[in-house]
């Protein structure tokens, strides 16, 4: 793929340094400051904003614009912190969250809801995960869109079964319009798509040239502002060649966004990268438009220990977080953007346990319809 370096990770004269690094440069670091009298109770503050960096942080919700709430690979058996599951956290500190706190308008789960997607198995994990979607139901009725991960598609017809189940949903890929945002879901239908077996290594997910069309045709149905949702995410996420971490056909895929000037977002998790990681949140040219990748790993982290940030404890990776993502069109004042806002469910506070606790990232969108 050497020949894909302009195209999929840009050179800086068509992206620029702030896509390259993740938008450091578009941080307002207003929302990292304020005084303790000002930040309110502890629901809508970090309550660990004074652990070393001798500042607080106000945490101040978006004003206007649509927020969709992007929740990552739960895997719900597997430990957080305190012996918790991830679900769990995220259930306790939903509960703690009212609407007018967060202004979600839309829930997006990006799979992986379970853990042990193999056939018998899953039974006693979909009771687990259909509350959690009930808790997040109750906090603001906001409709959520689920797409169908890897470790949920272990035997035939899997897909189809969880996003029923799992989603609500008759069909597996499907359209969905919430405010001014048209979400297209892609959910695969089982594992010798997705190329993630159980008993084998991995392989390329592979999206099937009949979805490949029905995306086009969904893409160019509609005037609408488009995220596209799906558990794995597009080659440009990372613009490297780790098999069964992408998806495939890539020049396919590539060509599919750039003829679509009103994709403005992707939305997608399953590589279980830390949220710091500058390609977590970034803009990628595609054609003539920048199209905003947005990802949620595992829910804010990963449990393996080797991959930790240096000088955390294992259980610093063991974080849950989720994003709030807030969209601004093209006619709002500061600006056609993204505005994305991590939340730590583990230790409830806006924010993460990294050594500059950012927690905010602005994505601006350029040329997009």
Sequence with gaps: MSTRTDTTRGSDATRGDNDSRGNDATRDDDDFRGSAASRGDDDTRGTRASRGTGTTRVWRPPVGGTTVHLV?????????VAGHTRTEAVRHDMLRLPAAVTGVSVRVQIGDAIHSGLAGQADSQIPIAQNLFGVFAAADSAPLVYAVGNHETN???SGDQMALTLGGRPERNYVTDVGPLRFVVYSPADN????????????????????????DEQLGATTRPVVLVSHCPPYEAYADDTVGYFLTPVDAITALVARHGNVVAWMSGHRHRW??????????????????????????????????????????VRTNG???CTYFG???PGGHRWECRVRDHSIGCWGTLSTNYRYLWTIPLEGTA
């Design 72 to 80: 990552g690979d739960l895997h719900n058996e597997v430990p957080s």
């Design 155 to 157: 035997w035939g017809g």
């Design 192 to 215: 010798a798509e997705t190329g993630v077996p159980w008993d084998g290594p991995p392989t390329n997910w592979v999206v099937p040239a009949d979805v490949l069309a029905w995306l």
């Design 275 to 316: 949220y710091q990681d500058p390609n977590l949140f970034k803009a990628v040219r595609y054609g003539d438009h920048t199209v905003a990748l947005i990802q949620a790993g595992a829910c804010g982290g990963t449990i393996d220990p080797d991959v930790r940030p240096v000088g955390h404890p294992v259980d610093a």
């Design 322 to 324: 989720s994003v709030f």
């Design 330 to 332: 093209a006619d709002d």
